[in-house]
Structures are given as C-alpha cells and as structure tokens.
C-alpha cells in the first residue's frame, strides 16, 4: 500500500510541478488520484480483512502528511521501471482478474512512466526528461532501460505504448497480451501529451 502508493503517483505528480510527497497531498488532483489508486484500485487486492487494509492505508495518508519529513519524488522515481514491476504491476493484475475490468488509475500510472521516461541521452552520457514547462530532470535507472526508453520514447504515442508494454525484460511478461491494456496506457499517454499531466489525471474521474 505504501510503496504501490508512492509508485503510482510520484512520475505523474513530478510532471504536474510538484517536488515532494508532502505537496502532492496538499495538491487535491493528486491528492484525489491517490485516494483513488490506494483504496479502490489496491486495497481490494490485499488478501487481509479489509478494515486492517483500510486502518493501513489511512496511516500511510497520515505519514505522507508529516509536515517534518521533506520525501523528494525524484529520490522515489529512482529505478521506476523494477518498482513498477514489483509495486504495481501485480495490483494491476488481481484488480483486473478480480474485477474483469482494467484499473484506470494504475493503468495510468504505467502511461506516467512512458511520460516521465521520454528521455534523451545528455553529452555527459546521462539522460534526462523534461516537464511540461522545459525543465529538465535527471532519470536514473538501470542502463538498459535507459537506452530503450531513449530510442522508443519519441516515437508515436501507439507505437510507444505497445512496444513498451511488450517489453517482458522489464516487466517479466509481454503486457501487451492483456487485452486493452497497452490501448488504454497509449490513450492515457497521449492525454497526458496533449492536456498535460495534470488535465489527463482530471479526464480519469470524467469517464
């Protein structure tokens, strides 16, 4: 709950102008969205009773919410692709076997990370994205991924998704396989592209 919390949220919130756990919590689109991913989307696959789940969740809320503990999303976005693999992936899984329906906030996660890992190799041999605004940003992860996201993540959106997901080195299956999800991440991925990251988490709570 705490990790997959962190996971699902930090890439896009980092890409909304936020820098720390404690901002996204004051922030209510971001706040919304993680209420959203935590109790609806992550909560319901913990195979504990679910007031234990709920009593959890609410003291991760109140955690993030210490006004003494500065967590930088960078620090947490670091090596995102094995954290979304072993924080997420598997939630997105029993949510979507449990409910015969794709989980929309963690799937839009997954377009949060092709967003965020639009990267581009720097002449110091380092890569890094930019926000929406042109700052630039450090990604740090594993060389490969890197590279891979560095020669894909300018191509079309569609394109980009589907051979992302497809990706089973990163994520130990060809996601693509599930039906509707690499469409779903490409449709979340080009809203996030074309209204911005904060827009695109809105249009969830729209549908």
């Known amino acids: 709950l705490l990790n997959g919390a962190h996971t699902s949220t930090v890439l896009a919130a980092y890409l909304m102008g936020r820098d720390t756990v404690g901002e996204c919590m004051a922030d209510p689109d971001i706040r919304k969205y993680m209420e959203e991913t935590v109790y609806r989307e992550i909560s319901p696959t913990v195979p504990l009773p679910a007031d234990e789940v709920k009593a959890f969740a609410d003291s991760v809320f109140e955690r993030f919410e210490h006004p003494f503990i500065r967590h930088a999303l960078l620090s947490i976005s670091l090596n995102s692709v094995s954290k979304w693999k072993s924080r997420i992936l598997p939630s997105l899984l ?38 929406p605004d042109g700052t630039a940003y450090p990604v740090q992860d594993d060389l490969p991924a890197l590279e891979f996201f560095a020669e894909h993540s300018a191509k079309p959106t569609g394109e980009y998704a589907r051979v992302a997901a497809a990706n089973a080195a990163f994520w130990g299956r060809d996601l693509s396989g599930i039906p509707g999800f690499a469409e779903l991440a490409a ?17 969830l709570f729209e549908e």
């Open 94 to 131: 029993d949510s979507l076997t449990g409910t015969g329906r794709l989980p929309k906030c963690l799937t839009f996660s997954f377009a949060a990370l092709l967003a965020f890992y639009t990267v581009q190799k720097q002449p110091d041999g380092s890569y890094a994205g930019a926000r």
């Open 187 to 203: 449709k979340y991925l080009k809203q996030i592209r074309t209204f911005g990251p904060r827009e695109a988490m809105k249009k």
